[in-house]
C-alpha cells in the first residue's frame, strides 16, 4: 500500500474525522487526514509541543483497531525510531537474518506486533516505548542467534593475527561485547574473549594492556568460553 496514494483519500480524512470525534487530543491538531497528521507530529509541517505529539500518538494508539490506515500511521512515525534500532544492530549482523530486507521486514513486523498488543491501551510515551520493545525482541533473537553459532565456532588458539586492525576491527569487537555484555559474560570477560579468539590479539599483547598477566588472562578466557558453551 502506497502511503502517498491512501494518505490523503476520502477514506482517509473519514477515518481521522471518526477518531477525532472520540480523541481529543487528535481534534486539538485541526488536521484534516493522516497524512497531515503525520507531517504535524513529526515536526515537518509547524511545531507542536512534545506533550501534544505523544497524546496524538496514545491516541492512535488507542485506536489501533479502526483500521489498517491506523497502524500503517503509526509504524510510520516509528520510522525514525526503527532505523536507529536497524544502525544499532548492524542490520541484523551475527542474527538470524539472511540479509538486510529480511531483517527490516521483520523490524517493522515486530513494530506492528508491539502496536496491536497495546491497542486501546494508553502510553504515556508511545514511540519510546514501541521502538525499546521492538529493539529488545529482535536482540533477544540475535543473541540467542549468537551464543548458538558461538558455540559451534572452530576456534584455533594458533590462529594468526589479522592483517587489518582499523575501524572495522573494532566496529565488530564493539558489536560482539555489545551482545554478550551483562547478559551471558561480564563486560572485561567478552572484551577478552572477543579481542583473543575473533579478533585474533594474542594474550601476551592483552597482558601488556590490561595489566595482568597471561596466566590470568588464560584463566579468564576458559571461564568465558565454559559459559558460552553452557
Known amino acids: 500500500m502506497e502511503w502517498d496514494l491512501v494518505a490523503h483519500t476520502s477514506r482517509s480524512r473519514r477515518l481521522l474525522a471518526e477518531i477525532a470525534a472520540v480523541e481529543p487530543d487528535i481534534a486539538r491538531l485541526g488536521v484534516t487526514d493522516l497524512a497531515v497528521l503525520l507531517d504535524v507530529t513529526s515536526g515537518r509541517r509547524g511545531t507542536v509541543p512534545e506533550s501534544t505529539v505523544h497524546g496524538a500518538l496514545a491516541a492512535l ?3 489501533f483497531d479502526r ?3 491506523v497502524g500503517i500511521t503509526l509504524v510510520r512515525a516509528l520510522l525514525p525510531g526503527l532505523a536507529r534500532v536497524a544502525m544499532r544492530m548492524r542490520w541484523g549482523a551475527a542474527g538470524p ?7 527490516a521486514a521483520d523490524l517493522v513486523g515486530s513494530a506492528w506486533r508491539h502496536l496491536r498488543e497495546h491497542a ?12 525499546d520493545q521492538v529493539r529488545r525482541s529482535l536482540r533477544t533473537d540475535q543473541e540467542r542467534h549468537w ?3 558461538a558455540r559451534c565456532l572452530p576456534w584455533d588458539p594458533a590462529r594468526p593475527e589479522p592483517a587489518d586492525r582499523g575501524v572495522d576491527a573494532l566496529t ?15 563486560p572485561s570477560d567478552a572484551t577478552l574473549l572477543l579481542a583473543n579468539r575473533v579478533l585474533g ?3 601476551a599483547e592483552l597482558a601488556d594492556v590490561s595489566g595482568q598477566s597471561v596466566a590470568q588472562l588464560s584463566y579468564r578466557r576458559r571461564c568465558a568460553e565454559r559459559a558460552l558453551a553452557r
Do not use: H, K, M
Request: proline share 2%; charged share 20%.
Open 61 to 63: 494508539v488507542r485506536q
Open 67 to 69: 483500521g489498517q490506515l
Open 97 to 103: 537474518w539472511n540479509d538486510r530486507e529480511e531483517f
Open 120 to 131: 486501546g491501551e494508553t502510553l504515556s510515551r508511545p514511540c519510546q516505548t514501541i521502538v
Open 147 to 149: 551464543r548458538t553459532s
Open 172 to 186: 565488530e569487537l564493539a558489536f560482539g561485547l555489545e551482545l554478550v555484555a551483562g547478559t551471558v559474560l561480564a
Open 201 to 203: 590479539y594474542g594474550l
